[in-house]
């Protein structure tokens, strides 16, 4: 599974983190970053994590 993130697009509403804690962190400004790893297990975390974006600035692909 790859998470690719759109720093650009990112916000710093922190959904992501917010629904899926252990997959999505953020940086001090409250901005997603860049450094995802997804644990067996996970992906369906991934996945709600990245839905929660209202900037859609997460997409994960299997």
Same mark, same amino acid.
Do not use: K
């Given at each position: 599974?790859?998470?690719?993130?759109?720093? %650009?697009? $990112?916000?710093?509403?922190?959904? $992501? %983190?917010? /629904?899926?804690? !252990?997959?999505?962190?953020? !940086? !001090?400004?409250?901005?997603?970053? !860049?450094?995802? /790893?997804?644990?067996?297990?996970?992906?369906?975390?991934?996945?709600?994590?990245?839905?929660? $974006?209202?900037?859609? %600035?997460? /997409?994960?692909?299997?």
């Amino acid at each position: 599974m790859r998470v690719d993130i759109d720093l %650009a697009a $990112c916000a710093g509403h922190g959904q $992501c %983190a917010a /629904t899926s804690p !252990d997959v999505y962190h953020l !940086d !001090d400004d409250g901005f997603v970053l !860049d450094d995802v /790893t997804v644990a067996d297990g996970a992906e369906d975390d991934a996945r709600e994590g990245a839905s929660a $974006c209202p900037e859609n %600035a997460i /997409t994960v692909r299997d």
